[in-house]
């Protein structure tokens, strides 16, 4: 059964490691971009700021994060064998992962931004949908008040704009 790697593409230092370790990889690893990838969520049940937070991978139906996904990816590249036969013992696992915890917190904190502009993204979405149903009268089966929004989409995004029911 293949292993599924997520990872965030987005970050540049995370990106150039995992394409260092697809050119040396079989297939029994997917590598997943998690960057904007609902599908990603479901499969794995995980907030868009846990995947961006963690490297995840699903190994025989199990999900499993962070420093133990080294692990794996390492038993899995012969390449790499050298690296999970030296911290595949509980002293040195011990070590990988609060390496591993410090780095990925940097790493998300450098890329922040994209909760950021995803949560942006999704709240225009939803503000949309809901002016859409006030407007239609799909909820609360009027409109409400005499103010209305309407939603026009412009090149810089959603833009609000005003005026009078009469």
């Given at each position: 059964?293949?292993?599924?790697?997520?990872?965030?593409?987005?970050?540049?230092?995370?990106?150039?490691?995992?394409?260092?370790?697809?050119?040396?990889?079989?297939?029994?690893?997917?590598?997943?971009?998690?960057?904007?990838?609902?599908?990603?969520?479901?499969?794995?049940?995980?907030?868009?700021?846990?995947?961006?937070?963690?490297?995840?991978?699903?190994?025989?139906?199990?999900?499993?994060?962070?420093?133990?996904?080294?692990?794996?990816?390492?038993?899995n590249i012969p390449k790499y064998n050298f690296l999970y036969k030296l911290f595949n013992?509980?002293?040195?696992?011990?070590?990988?992962?609060?390496?591993?915890?410090?780095?990925?917190?940097?790493?998300?904190?450098?890329?922040?931004?994209?909760?950021?502009?995803?949560?942006?993204?999704?709240?225009?979405?939803?503000?949309?949908?809901?002016?859409?149903?006030?407007?239609?009268?799909?909820?609360?089966?009027?409109?409400?008040?005499?103010?209305?929004?309407?939603?026009?989409?412009?090149?810089?995004?959603?833009?609000?704009?005003?005026?009078?029911?009469?």
């Open positions: 059964m293949k292993n599924k790697v997520f990872f965030n593409n987005s970050c540049n230092i995370c990106r150039a490691e995992i394409n260092h370790y697809k050119k040396y990889s079989n297939k029994d690893i997917e590598w997943v971009d998690v960057t904007n990838n609902k599908e990603a969520q479901q499969i794995t049940s995980k907030s868009y700021e846990q995947l961006l937070r963690r490297m995840h991978i699903i190994q025989d139906n199990k999900l499993i994060e962070g420093a133990e996904v080294f692990l794996i990816i390492w038993k013992n509980k002293p040195m696992f011990f070590l990988l992962k609060i390496f591993y915890e410090i780095a990925a917190y940097f790493l998300f904190l450098k890329n922040k931004h994209l909760l950021k502009e995803w949560r942006k993204k999704i709240y225009q979405l939803k503000f949309a949908h809901l002016v859409n149903d006030l407007l239609h009268g799909e909820k609360n089966g009027n409109l409400i008040g005499q103010m209305s929004n309407f939603v026009q989409r412009d090149v810089q995004g959603i833009k609000l704009i005003k005026f009078k029911l009469t």
